[in-house]
């Protein structure tokens, strides 16, 4: 799997526009689905689902801390500005959230009470610190 994950964020009509892109798209997939257990900037408590999916056979997503640090730091170097929730624009507007896959086995964890621990950590970060997320997720 590619070692950088790509994400689109719907301000509504997440679903439809998923399944919609991996209906249209050969070789596309939905993987897991997860609804967010915490308060977001984007809504309360069970209003933000976030939905893994393939397009076209390619996925996406950061390994660890130092290949976080590093896309970040290069990031920002090259013009771009941190934004709240792990978010960066980058010089041409672009807006990037570079995240580790556990991230995103945290957050769809069954124990809920833990995603929610995760989820709440990781909206106060501007970038993400994978202790941090790990040190909430154990509780």
């Known amino acids: 799997m590619p070692k950088?994950?790509?994400?689109?964020?719907?301000?509504?009509?997440?679903?439809?526009?998923?399944?919609?892109?991996?209906?249209?798209?050969?070789?596309?997939?939905?993987g897991r689905t997860t609804i967010l257990p915490a308060e977001t900037p984007s809504g309360p408590p069970g209003s933000v689902e976030l939905i893994e999916f393939t397009l076209a056979d390619q996925a996406f997503l950061v390994e660890n801390q130092a290949e976080i640090d590093r896309i970040w730091e290069a990031f920002l170097a090259n013009g771009g500005t941190p934004e709240a929730c792990v978010w960066l624009k980058d010089r041409w507007g672009l807006s990037?959230?570079?995240?580790?896959?556990?991230?995103s086995e945290m957050v769809a964890d069954s124990d809920r009470e833990r995603?929610?621990?995760v989820t709440e950590v990781m909206l106060g970060m501007v970038k993400i610190d994978v202790a941090a997320l790990e040190d909430?997720?154990?509780?």
């Open 115 to 117: 995603a929610k621990r």
């Open 96 to 103: 990037w959230q570079i995240v580790p896959r556990v991230l």
């Open 4 to 30: 950088v994950v790509s994400n689109l964020w719907f301000a509504e009509e997440a679903r439809e526009a998923v399944e919609f892109y991996v209906s249209v798209i050969p070789d596309s997939r939905i």
């Open 136 to 139: 909430a997720f154990n509780g």
